[in-house]
């Protein structure tokens, strides 16, 4: 088979079909685009999780009367507290922290928000034990035997808050998702009309080559080749704007979640692992229907 050949037939049938073509590019792009920022939600959402568990911790707050008269944690009963908390099995380390301590991080964590920290008084914060876990979804053992025990006000876990968070960013992943799939479905449906297009313009010169030998795979290769073709134009120009869209609106909408370390920034290698697999996805489905597309509705 002459390369040259193949190669001229593929541009003569991307030039024939011009405007089927840019729709189909534009909207292979926009499908890749939709399931790449997907795809860099799912790894922004991996990271942070991995950071979190790592820094979650279950909070046990003590009762005023401690927090106000035994600020090193030194009588009964918060020393009591505090041997069984560091003897429990699950627990890797306990910090305690009394209310001077808690004011000073209430600062640091508001910091950007000094009318708040003006409003804010120490005696209003408790003394409270921060637990680590060596299994942080084992935070259900703390709870249940410390809730309730002399000296105790409340245990809270702070992955009960983080849950929230990243099924706000799962839903957002997934509403992407779903957004990719219809958009898949017409490039599907494009892809199949460009193909039966060009193949019904060129049925003249297909039927002169199948009357003197060509064999079905010579003449359908061409036009399979073209839907390869657009579907990586398609996927070239979906990276583009998906770098385009983590620059401009990404980075400015989280950006300071980003700042705060509350969220992991999306970087260019998350971009650069996820783009092969859009180029692939492009191949894959543009090959694959192209392919059943001549089987089925072309016969020459």
């Known amino acids: 088979m002459r390369a040259s050949f193949v190669l001229s037939e593929v541009l003569t049938g991307l030039r024939r079909n011009v405007t089927m073509t840019i729709a189909m590019i534009l909207t292979t792009s926009i499908s890749l685009l939709m399931l790449g920022i997907g795809l860099v939600v799912v790894r922004m959402i991996d990271k942070t999780q991995e950071v979190y568990e790592d820094r979650v911790q279950v909070n046990v707050f003590l009762t005023n009367d401690i927090s106000a008269n035994d600020k090193e944690c030194q009588n009964d009963p918060c020393r009591t507290l505090r041997a069984d908390l560091e003897s429990d099995p699950a627990v890797e380390r306990v910090t305690y922290q009394n209310r001077d301590d808690a004011y000073e991080r209430f600062k640091q964590i508001f910091e950007a928000q000094p009318e708040l920290v003006k409003l804010a008084r120490p005696e209003a914060l408790p003394a409270s034990f921060s637990v680590k876990l060596y299994q942080p979804d084992r935070s259900d053992v703390i709870i249940q035997t410390f809730s309730g025990r002399v000296g105790v006000d409340s245990v809270t876990d702070q992955s009960q808050y983080l849950e929230g968070l990243f099924e706000g960013f799962k839903g957002g992943r997934d509403f992407t998702f779903v957004i990719a ?50 579907g990586l134009l398609g996927s070239f120009l979906g990276i583009g704007l998906l770098i385009f869209v983590k620059s401009w609106f990404i980075d400015r909408a989280l950006g300071g979640l980003f700042e705060s370390g509350v969220l992991r920034r999306i970087e260019g290698i998350d971009i650069l692992l996820v783009s092969p697999w859009l180029v692939l996805t492009a191949v894959a489905i543009t090959a694959i229907t192209g392919y059943v597309t001549l089987r089925l509705y072309v016969r020459q």
């Open 181 to 230: 799939l219809i958009q898949a479905v017409a490039a599907l449906l494009l892809i199949s009309n460009t193909v039966q297009m060009s193949a019904f313009t060129r049925r003249t010169e297909v039927g002169i080559m199948r009357l003197v030998g060509a064999t079905r795979w010579y003449t359908q290769l061409p036009f399979l080749l073209e839907a390869v073709v657009a």
